[in-house]
């Protein structure tokens, strides 16, 4: 599978309007697909024991998606076979008081991953940028007005590059995903959670309000991205719409990821292996 298709690493590569969340799903044959997501998984499984062993570097996994497009279930597979002292996840909702009263980047920043461990965010810091533009709430914040400029969005697109590139540079490997779905295919998505008693939980009246505002999101999603999409902190851009595909997709890029970091399981220096043997030599002699 070639995933460069879908990597964008440069600023302004991403054209919305010539983007198929349907590419390529119809092409593929989805039991093979299937399997190779399976391999996949083990092939996680081992690099991550190895990245953990390792704890030189972390990995920062970015989920940004309109309501229902598959983010929560692609961690539950993606992730399935991972050890999960080695993953921390963090969701993101709407700020509460606490949180209003820091900057935007303040809650994200705690819940980054230490190194060695793999940190998924589940949804992010680039909400500021997308909820926060479509409805203009900064206007509404308790922030003083030289912060209320109408370039705000344009820092922050800044900001968030500088901030990313910070990590990079101290250690931190991020990879953000966009997991894109059709308008017609959410619906499709929230009518089964209307017609299944055991997915309703899933399911507020604020999503399906929020579709109104669906082209302002996909303009904010494509600003977004155009942004802040470099080589240190790239965006892949999901065909969602069926959401085996995505899963796929979202597992090769990880394991590309661990694949480039190398792992090495850490050699033991002359002292250690000394203390091995005389550890051995006391199992061995014990009574
Ligand atoms: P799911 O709906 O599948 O449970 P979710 O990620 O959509 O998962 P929600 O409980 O719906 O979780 O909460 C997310 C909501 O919080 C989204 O509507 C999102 O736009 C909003 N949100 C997240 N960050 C911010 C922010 N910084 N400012 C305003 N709203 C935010
Ligand atoms: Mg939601």
């Not at 922050?156 to 991020?174: A, D, M, P, S, V």
């Not at 850490?266 to 091995?276: D, F, H, L, S």
Request: proline letters at 3%.
């Amino acid at each position: 599978m070639n995933l460069d298709k879908f990597k964008i690493t440069d600023i302004n590569k991403f054209n919305f309007k010539a983007f198929d969340p349907d590419a390529q799903t119809l092409s593929m044959d989805k039991q093979a697909v299937l399997e190779n997501g399976k391999i996949n998984i083990k092939k996680m499984k081992l690099l991550q024991d190895r990245f953990y062993a390792e704890g030189k570097e972390s990995v920062l996994i970015v989920l940004q998606a309109m309501d229902a497009a598959g983010k929560d279930g692609a961690i539950k597979h993606v992730m399935a076979g991972v050890n999960p002292q080695g993953v921390e996840v963090s969701n993101f909702k709407k700020p509460t008081d606490i949180e209003n009263a820091h900057d935007y980047l303040w809650r994200c920043v705690k819940a980054l991953p230490p190194k060695g461990k793999i940190g998924i965010f589940n949804r992010s810091y680039y909400e500021d940028v997308l909820v926060n533009r479509v409805h203009s709430l900064y206007k509404n914040q308790n922030l003083p007005d030289r912060c209320k400029t109408d370039d705000i969005f344009e820092k922050r697109y800044n900001q968030i590059k500088n901030f990313e590139e910070y990590l990079w540079e101290n250690g931190t490997r991020i990879i953000k995903f966009f997991f894109c779905i059709s308008k017609d295919e959410q619906k499709k998505r929230f009518m089964k959670r209307i017609a299944d008693k055991n997915k309703n939980w899933k399911l507020s009246d604020s999503d399906v309000a929020e579709r109104k505002y669906w082209d302002d999101y996909m303009e904010a999603y494509e600003l977004a991205i155009n942004s802040t999409a470099t080589q240190y902190a790239p965006w892949y851009v999901i065909p969602s719409n069926k959401k085996w595909f995505a899963r796929y997709l979202v597992s090769e890029a990880i394991i590309k990821i661990l694949e480039d970091i190398n792992p090495k399981y850490p050699k033991v220096g002359k002292e250690k292996e000394k203390m091995i043997l005389k550890c051995k030599d006391i199992l061995k002699n014990e009574k």
